[in-house]
């Protein structure tokens, strides 16, 4: 089957992103599995999902429901799931503010918020596994 050049594209500037993320969460294998589970969604619904706002904000929720459906959050006090994605991702994975809005979906001024107001020491606002990660 043919991809579209579009696609492949979003792939290739998205795939490690994702898969730093789900690294954070599963082993290797599950990992790799997981991202091409998600891809493979996206992939099915690609007319859908460039016809969207944000087609990395869909595509990251695609990953994001893959990876929680296999394993809860880990145990960081964020306030929200953006926030949670977004310390994983630059705390964690060590990606730069641009790379994190750019494979979310979010503005950078919105990263840049949701890790400054970043409370580490807080207490989750709700238990990690009764989180449910939008």
Do not use: C, N
């Amino acid at each position: 089957m043919a991809l579209p050049p579009a696609f492949e594209g979003f792939y290739a500037l998205h795939h490690d992103h994702y898969l730093a993320y789900a690294l954070a969460h599963l082993d290797r294998h599950t990992a790799e599995t997981t991202v091409r589970e998600a891809f493979g969604i996206l992939a099915t619904h690609w007319p859908h999902a460039v016809s969207r706002h944000s087609p990395a904000a869909y595509g990251w929720r695609q990953l994001v429901d893959s990876v929680h459906a296999r394993t809860p959050p880990l145990p960081i006090p964020a306030e929200t799931p953006e926030q949670y994605h977004a310390i994983v991702l630059h705390h964690i994975a060590g990606y730069e503010l641009q790379d994190i809005a750019a494979t979310t979906g979010h503005v950078l001024s919105k990263i840049q918020y949701l890790l400054r107001s970043w409370k580490p020491d807080a207490p989750p606002a709700r238990p990690p596994a009764a989180r449910r990660l939008l």
